[in-house]
């Protein structure tokens, strides 16, 4: 499943100062720093007009800058085209990464700058091995025309969830059912791997009101 990558800047408050007075200098060849951002206090806006990937502004938010101890790359806006795709929005950031930030880097600063993230997504990084492993047995198991509503199927997919309770590590519902969805992982629909749209969306759903319910529960619990 293609993912969106992420660019992230880590460091105290006056190397990150630094970096948002020192970058201009980096800006080369078919970019600009935007004329706006110079009078902004919240973004830091990188205009790329070439034709190498689509044009396209990379916006920095700066605004938290004394507090937060780090920077990234918040977001792409397309300057001919409503949205991006995955693997449009993440060439841009590849190329902004190349062509400002790794001569930045190079400069001798101290700001860490860490590599693009992967562009395929990694459920290991979201949950617990054992809460994949309680999905996959889910998943590998289900009825794909029911869902969860097998009384077999639904022990095993309350397993998984409870797991995820019990880890403190939850999917975001539309990256479950993005994930769900993933044929690249569960193999084709088809094929009896991956799940529909529909029903993916559903058991997303369902896990989320579920995570909510029992995250409410152990806290009141607890406060008992």
């Not at 720093?33 to 044009?55: A, P, Q, R, T, W």
């Not at 590998?140 to 397993?159: C, I, L």
């Not at 044929?183 to 791997?193: F, L, N, P, S």
Request: with cysteine.
């Amino acid at each position: 499943m293609k993912i969106f990558r992420e660019l992230y800047f880590k460091g105290t408050s006056d190397q990150l100062i630094e970096f948002t007075h020192e970058i201009d200098k980096y800006v080369n060849g078919d970019w600009k720093l935007n004329k706006d951002s110079k009078l902004s206090k919240d973004y830091l806006i990188f205009d790329y007009s070439g034709n190498l990937v689509e044009k396209a502004s990379v916006y920095i938010y700066i605004a938290k800058i004394h507090e937060c101890g780090e920077l990234n790359v918040g977001n792409i806006v397309p300057e001919n085209k409503p949205q991006l795709s995955t693997d449009e929005y993440n060439a841009i950031l590849l190329k902004f990464y190349d062509d400002i930030m790794k001569p930045y880097k190079a400069s001798g600063t101290q700001l860490e700058i860490t590599q693009p993230t992967d562009d395929i997504f990694n459920p290991l990084l979201v949950i617990s091995q054992e809460a994949l492993e309680k999905l996959e047995k889910f998943c590998k198991a289900a009825n794909k025309a029911t869902g969860s509503s097998h009384p077999n199927d639904r022990e095993r997919w309350f397993d998984f969830i409870c797991q995820t309770i019990d880890d403190g590590k939850i999917f975001d519902e539309s990256e479950l059912a993005s994930f769900l969805q993933d044929e690249d992982y569960w193999g084709k629909v088809q094929d009896g791997g991956a799940w529909v749209e529909n029903l993916a969306n559903k058991l997303a759903t369902e896990y989320e009101n579920l995570c909510e319910i029992l995250n409410y529960y152990m806290e009141w619990k607890s406060i008992k």
